[in-house]
């Protein structure tokens, strides 16, 4: 049975294959409604406690991951779980660090690198992917094999 997110909330971003995945801003409340049953939290420190399951990924704020391969097993467990379950991405603010994370998923669902960052531009949020090494990062992201 699949347990996903309302089309029309705020944040999500249907990938597409069709699976919804929301981003948001930790400085931001929690929206109301559903919340996530698995959440990626891209921040320079771990996050504070949360009450479902979470993976943290270090990542600077207006920087890249610390750890490649760390995000994108992160990538990769997020979007299994995104079939069936409620999977959010969040940074402090939402859009960078969440853009590229969201770009970077819609490419491992299929989407080619180049169109990436503008389909979570018009999908997910005008300024997402700020900065241009999170640009490149995006174009040369290629998913690899589960």
């Keep these: 049975m699949t347990d996903s997110w309302?089309?029309?909330?705020?944040?999500?971003l249907r990938l597409?294959?069709?699976?919804?995945?929301?981003?948001?801003?930790l400085?931001?409340?929690?929206?109301?409604?559903?919340?996530?049953?698995?959440?990626?939290?891209l921040l320079g420190r771990p996050p504070t406690e949360i009450p479902w399951q979470s993976r943290w990924v270090r990542w600077p704020d207006f920087w890249l991951p610390r750890d490649d391969a760390d995000f994108?097993?992160?990538?990769?467990?997020?979007?299994?779980?995104?079939?069936?379950?409620?999977?959010?991405f969040a940074c402090g603010g939402g859009k960078g660090r969440t853009g590229t994370a969201l770009a970077c998923?819609?490419?491992?669902d299929g989407l080619p690198a180049e169109q990436?960052?503008?389909?979570?531009?018009?999908?997910?949020?005008?300024?997402?992917?700020?900065?241009?090494?999170?640009r490149r990062y995006v174009a040369r992201?290629?998913?690899v094999p589960a």
């Design 27 to 41: 400085r931001h409340p929690l929206p109301s409604g559903p919340v996530p049953t698995f959440g990626v939290y």
């Design 141 to 143: 992201f290629t998913p």
């Design 116 to 134: 990436a960052v503008a389909f979570v531009r018009q999908h997910y949020a005008r300024g997402a992917v700020e900065t241009p090494w999170q």
């Design 6 to 12: 309302p089309s029309s909330d705020p944040g999500v």
């Design 72 to 88: 994108r097993a992160a990538l990769r467990q997020a979007w299994e779980r995104s079939a069936e379950e409620r999977v959010e």
């Design 16 to 25: 597409p294959s069709g699976r919804l995945v929301r981003g948001r801003g």
């Design 105 to 108: 998923l819609a490419v491992l």
